[in-house]
């Protein structure tokens, strides 16, 4: 059970600062204690084992107690993005066959609008408070249209994490426990943490990488964990870790980007940093030498990875990161990684779709075994991206499959167009994607974020393209935006409407 991580570390470091969030600290044996108070009204209710649990909560310390609860009293979890319609939620309780909700008093308002109308399945939601010393529990309780049990392909997941779609309702990612707790000891040995160490969590806490990469990680290692709320700027993250003297980062490229190149960076003292582990993206390797030159005494860790493989799939460290140009490492422990062509796996440095296989790879997805067959094969999770293995073992990640520009019949990846943009010297973001287009199929058509007022020479952004591309690869369009949007986890949305500058 993942719970058994919280009850190891209340053995280890009972009394130890465990979470800290809004100004509230927990210690180990603290946060158990509030853990404890609300699996007691949960198996009151006898709905949550074997049932799917949503929990809809945002960067909070009922969270992370409400996690861990679920969890023991036989639950699936199922994190929930509060940020959207009433029709969305209430189509999203209906789907997974949510069986209870435990939220916060100020989305009470949103639940009861969803709720109008009854719902199949749901019986009671819990508003979660937690009031320093004690944790307050009001129950609501609502007469389902069904209330048989979820469907699951075998054993019931510990969790079920949500991974974007194309469609209105998102793709349910089912993991077991021992996915989640494969992939935390994995992490956790790469990393070579102490006990000592003090972990930012910054993004979304909803997310795989936030759940599993650092939320379970610093409990699992007796860590102090710091929990930001509110909007996220590369200004009170870079204020974070002075304050609270952080040792272990966690980002994506674009927030380490925004960082690297921020007027203030000289201002704030960063000296407690250890380790940064960066994931979700590829970085340019402009932008990764930037990113060494400014912490020089830093472990820049890179790590690749898929929900669907809970998240983890192979990491590599600062020395190799700068010598190995563009590689993604090695797999983590006990995970294997090959690369398929044709139904047969490929040869060193040939490029083909990259499979995983491990502890760590999903159960399945919820409700689409057509899907699931699709994407579980022989073993493999197939991950729909595409790179290549040098002789030594290393992964060199090329871009997603679905990405492909497909130009005068040439199969054409952005993400290498993205790469030499961002070598460009005032370079912030791009953004590279394929535009209908009559004469070619698709033209290759670039947005670009100067990190700084001054406009970007168009010009001469194109002349570099030329000096590192085919000429095929070439940009045909280069447009200079204010701001390229963005993903819950800082990734850059392929699917937008711009504002040209």
């Known amino acids: 059970m993942i719970y058994d991580l919280l009850e190891d570390a209340v053995r280890k470091w009972g009394n130890k600062p465990a979470v800290i969030c809004n100004g509230s600290t927990k210690a180990y044996s603290e946060l158990s204690n509030m853990v404890e108070l609300i699996t007691d009204e949960l198996k009151k209710y006898k709905g949550t084992a074997d049932n799917n649990i949503l929990l809809a909560m945002d960067n909070s310390m009922e969270f992370v107690e409400s996690f861990f609860a679920i969890n023991k009293a036989g639950g699936t979890i199922i994190p929930l993005y509060m940020n959207m319609g009433e029709s969305k939620l209430k189509s999203i309780i209906e789907h997974y066959e949510i069986r209870c909700i435990l939220t916060l008093k100020k989305y009470k308002n949103k639940i009861e609008l969803a709720l109008e109308e009854s719902v199949n399945h749901l019986e009671k939601v819990f508003y979660i408070e937690d009031t320093g010393s004690s944790v307050t529990i009001e129950t609501v309780d609502y007469k389902p249209v069904l209330t048989d049990k979820p469907y699951y392909r075998g054993n019931s997941p510990g969790i079920i994490l949500f991974s974007s779609g194309t469609t209105n309702l998102p793709k349910g990612i089912m993991l077991s426990n021992n996915n989640i707790i494969s992939n935390v000891k994995a992490i956790s040995e790469y990393l070579s943490l102490t006990s000592e160490e003090k972990i930012l969590l910054m993004k979304n806490i909803n997310h795989s990488s936030s759940i599993t ?80 030159e400014k912490f020089p005494e830093v472990d820049l860790i890179y790590s690749y990875g898929l929900t669907e493989a ?94 492909m520009i497909i130009k005068s019949g040439k199969n054409i990846y952005p993400e290498e167009i993205e790469a030499v943009l961002m070598g460009y010297p005032g370079m912030k973001e791009v953004l590279v994607r394929g535009e209908a287009d009559e004469l070619v199929g698709e033209e290759i058509i670039a947005y670009v974020v100067s990190d700084g007022e001054e406009a970007l020479n168009l010009f001469q952004v194109l002349k570099h393209c030329k000096k590192a591309l085919e000429d095929y690869k070439v940009p045909g369009k280069i447009y200079q935006v204010k701001e390229l949007k963005k993903t819950l986890s800082n990734k850059i949305m392929r699917k937008q409407v711009f504002e040209e500058v």
Not at 217 to 243: D, P, R, W, Y
């Open 213 to 292: 990469g650092e939320l379970l990680v610093s409990i699992h290692n007796g860590c102090l964990l710091h929990i930001q709320t509110g909007f996220i700027t590369a200004a009170n993250i870079m204020e974070a870790i002075s304050k609270f003297k952080i040792t272990v980062l966690f980002g994506v490229p674009t927030i380490l980007t925004a960082m690297i190149t921020h007027s203030e960076f000289n201002n704030f003292d960063m000296k407690s940093l250890r380790i940064i582990n960066f994931y979700g993206a590829s970085m340019a390797i402009h932008k990764i030498r930037e990113l060494a």
């Open 310 to 403: 809970a998240p983890r799939v192979t990491y590599i460290k600062r020395e190799e990161l700068l010598s190995k140009e563009g590689s993604s490492g090695v797999p983590i422990k006990g995970v294997e990684v090959k690369i398929r062509v044709d139904q047969r796996e490929a040869k060193a440095f040939e490029q083909g779709e990259i499979c995983v296989k491990g502890p760590n790879v999903m159960m399945g997805y919820y409700k689409n075994e057509e899907k699931t067959k699709a994407v579980l094969a022989d073993g493999y999770l197939l991950t729909g991206d595409l790179g290549w293995l040098d002789a030594e073992g290393y992964l060199y990640v090329k871009g997603r499959k679905d990405n």
